[in-house]
Structures are given as C-alpha cells and as structure tokens.
C-alpha cells in the first residue's frame, strides 16, 4: 500500500524557536508548519537521506503527523496562502539544494509532486445542519426571551406620548359642554 501524502498546516507560536529548524519562525506572515496526515509517511521522511530531511525541514514541514479527519486529497481552503507558499519554499530548496542521488526510502517524491498537483481545497464547513436551521417565517418560533435597554426605553416613550395625546384629547372634550 502507498504513503498518503496529504499534509495539513499548523499555526506555532510567533517567538517559538523551531527545534526541527533551530531558528525562528519568519516574520511578517503567521507562523505555520505543514504537518502529514498519516504516521507512515513521515516515517518515511525520517527515513530518507539527512539532505532530503533537511530540505522538507527547512521549507517548513515538520516530522511530526496530525489527524485533522479531513478528506484525502483535500485541504481547508483557509489553508491555502500558508500551503503555497510552504511548498514555493520547498521547491527552492530542491532546486538550490538538489535531490539527485539522495536516498528517499519509501518516501516517493513523484508520487508527493503528484499529490501536490492535484489536491484541492475542501469545501467550506457549515456548522449547523439545514434542518436545525430556524426558518424565516415560522410562526411557531418564540420570541427573544428580553429585549435591550434602548428597546424598553423607546417603548416606554412611545407609550407615554400616546397616554399624553389621549389625555389631551380627553381634557379638551371634556372642557367643552
């Protein structure tokens, strides 16, 4: 069975010094690391050449895995400035650094480009399902169980400047016989 190469990406905190790196995070962008889905095939990374390892770890990825249960093939489209420019990272060290003769294990570096190329952005998540949804114009529905301060005060207003036009009107019928 092949790796999975689907990988997702992380926030880390601004002032943290990477251990895997060793310097700090770059500024002027959120701090991110990209991070694979499956054990195996960061496994696998591990396994490969020290150069291979320190090119993926230089361009942001990470040793470590993370489940995030999203689908294979797809990754959170929030992700997708953070994802880019990792992998433009990446490719720069490969081409700076070179792979050729490197020892990649199982790791098959055209089989990730592969991966790379064709994984899309997931739809966006909706919390709340359609039916649990509250309907425009359901008459069932209840009332905001309080109203705000201005709500009452305007109220009280407008209750009191009826209550004054019916009393005038009042007096003045009853002031004439």
Not at 51 to 79: M, V
């Amino acid at each position: 069975m092949g790796l999975e190469y689907d990988f997702d990406i992380v926030a880390i905190a601004p002032d943290e010094v990477d251990p895997e790196h060793g310097f700090a995070a770059m500024t002027g962008t959120r701090p991110v690391r990209a991070l694979f889905r499956d054990f195996n095939t960061a496994q696998a990374l591990r396994s490969a050449s020290p150069k291979i390892r320190r090119i993926f770890l230089e361009s942001g990825f990470s040793l470590e895995t993370r489940a995030s249960g999203e689908k294979h093939g797809f990754y959170p489209p929030e992700d997708t400035a953070a994802r880019n420019r990792i992998l433009k990272r990446l490719f720069t060290n490969i081409r700076n650094m070179g792979l050729q003769g490197e020892y990649c294990g199982e790791f098959d570096f055209w089989e990730f480009l592969n991966h790379v190329r064709t994984a899309k952005p997931s739809e966006p998540r909706v919390n709340a399902k359609p039916e649990q949804l509250p309907k425009l114009h359901d008459p069932v529905s209840t009332p905001p169980e309080r109203t705000t301060v201005i709500g009452r005060v305007g109220i009280a207003i407008a209750v009191a400047v009826i209550l004054f036009v019916v009393l005038k009107y009042l007096a003045e019928r009853g002031a004439t016989p």
